[in-house]
């Protein structure tokens, strides 16, 4: 079964700490991940993806096949990283999104 | 920077009644989703909708569910007869016509309250 698992609801650390968002996925075949974002009272939208291998406003994400895992970090967390975030895998022919439940990552000054 | 919109931002409606969600995808956009989020839970995949049919449907798009692009630009979610578990948060997405470029545009969302 194709399933996206994000173990933490919530991720609570002051400004300037490292910051790890755990992604988790099961798929058979060659994944295609994604971080998706939602700031307060904005719309989803893409933070990165595995294959572009790029790095958005401090945050890095690697595709480890071996755990099956695709963790989001960021050495130095800002009080505008405070959203909540998404993995999430496009699987299928349509391109479709299984997303994962969803971190609350909040930064305390 | 062009944007999926959706209308109405938030609809009340009483059970057993037919809600209509409007959707004006990214205009070269050619692959077509609905998503919900019940509150609290996670962002579940409805349907995708290309070259005017639906591509792949959820189990939770049963027969009360129905989509269409009725002129071009529109893209709507129809519920026939609301049941107070519909209640949730709506996102429209697209995407442009190379699917291996994978990014989805979402809308804000329509809420949408069972009463």
């Known amino acids: 079964a194709q399933r996206v698992t994000q173990p933490e609801k919530l991720l609570s650390v002051f400004k300037g700490a490292p910051v790890e968002l755990k992604c988790n996925y099961s798929y058979s075949g060659s994944p295609e991940l994604f971080w998706y974002v939602q700031y307060s009272r904005q719309r989803l939208q893409l933070l990165l993806r595995?294959?572009s291998r790029e790095s958005i406003k401090g945050f890095t994400a690697d595709l480890n096949k071996g755990e099956t895992s695709f963790h989001l970090k960021k050495p130095f967390a800002q009080e505008e990283d405070s959203a909540m975030y998404y993995c999430a895998l496009s699987s299928g022919n349509t391109g479709k999104l299984i997303f994962g439940q969803g971190t609350t990552l909040q930064v305390k000054p | 920077e062009p944007e999926v919109t959706q209308t109405p931002s938030h609809q009340v409606t009483q059970m057993g009644q037919e809600v209509i969600l409007r959707c004006v995808p990214i205009s070269n956009h050619l692959y077509f989703y609905w998503y919900r989020q019940i509150l609290g839970q996670k962002v579940e995949f409805l349907v995708s909708?290309?070259?005017?049919?639906?591509?792949?449907k959820s189990e939770i798009f049963d027969d009360q569910f129905s989509v269409e692009r009725p002129d071009g630009s529109n893209f709507t979610l129809k519920i026939r007869s609301t049941k107070l578990e519909d209640s949730a948060m709506y996102f429209c997405?697209?995407?442009?016509?190379?699917?291996?470029?994978?990014?989805?545009?979402f809308g804000e969302g329509s809420r949408l309250t069972v009463l």
């Open positions: 595995h294959i």
């Open positions: 909708f290309y070259n005017n049919e639906i591509s792949e």
């Open positions: 997405a697209s995407r442009e016509q190379n699917i291996n470029t994978g990014e989805l545009f």
